[in-house]
C-alpha cells in the first residue's frame, strides 16, 4: 500500500510539472538584444597606440578611444613618466547628422585607457563614423577612424 501512495503521488507531480506554463520562456516576439564590439585599426598619435573602438546595441552606438604603449619597454628600463594626453572623440551617421564632440583632457600611465563618454542613437541600417585624436605637447593629433553599421 505504501509503494501505491508514493506512484499516485509521483505521477500527480508529473501531471503539475507537465501543465505549469515555462516561466523562463521570452515573450513571442521579443529579441534579446546583444552588444557588439569592433575596433578600427591601431595607429600612433603622440608615441603612442590609439585605437576607436565601438559597442553597438541596436540602435545605439558607443564610441571609445583606447590608448595603450607602443610596445614593451625595455628590459630593466624605468616605468614611463605619466604623459597628459588631450583627446578629441566625435560621431556622425555617414551623409547625415553630426553627434556630439567630446573633448577631454587625460593623464596615461602605462597601462593602457580607454577613453568613453560618447553614445548615440542612430537609424537602422546606417553607418556611424567615428574619430579619435589624441595630441601632446610637441605632437598633434592624428585621428583614427572607425565605421560601424547599425543592423537592428
Keep these: 500500500m505504501h509503494r501505491l501512495a508514493l506512484l499516485a503521488v509521483g505521477v500527480a507531480g508529473l501531471t503539475a510539472l507537465a501543465t505549469a506554463p515555462a516561466a523562463a520562456a521570452p515573450p513571442v516576439g521579443a529579441a534579446a538584444t546583444e552588444t557588439v564590439t569592433s575596433c578600427g585599426n591601431s595607429a600612433l598619435q603622440a608615441g603612442l597606440a590609439t585605437r576607436l573602438c565601438a559597442d553597438v546595441t541596436g540602435d545605439v552606438v558607443e ?9 614593451p619597454p625595455s ?4 616605468a614611463p613618466a605619466p604623459k597628459e594626453l588631450f583627446t578629441t572623440l566625435s560621431a556622425a551617421v555617414v551623409g547625415g547628422t553630426s553627434f556630439d564632440t567630446q573633448e577631454r583632457r ?8 580607454d ?3 560618447l553614445a548615440a542613437t542612430a537609424p537602422c ?15 598633434a ?12
Design 63 to 71: 564610441f571609445y578611444g583606447r590608448v595603450s604603449l607602443a610596445g
Design 75 to 78: 628590459p630593466g628600463s624605468p
Design 106 to 113: 587625460v593623464i596615461f600611465t602605462s597601462t593602457t585607457l
Design 115 to 117: 577613453v568613453h563618454g
Design 125 to 139: 541600417g546606417s553607418t556611424v563614423r567615428g574619430t579619435f585624436g589624441v595630441a601632446s605637447y610637441p605632437w
Design 141 to 152: 593629433a592624428r585621428p583614427v577612424v572607425h565605421e560601424v553599421t547599425i543592423t537592428c
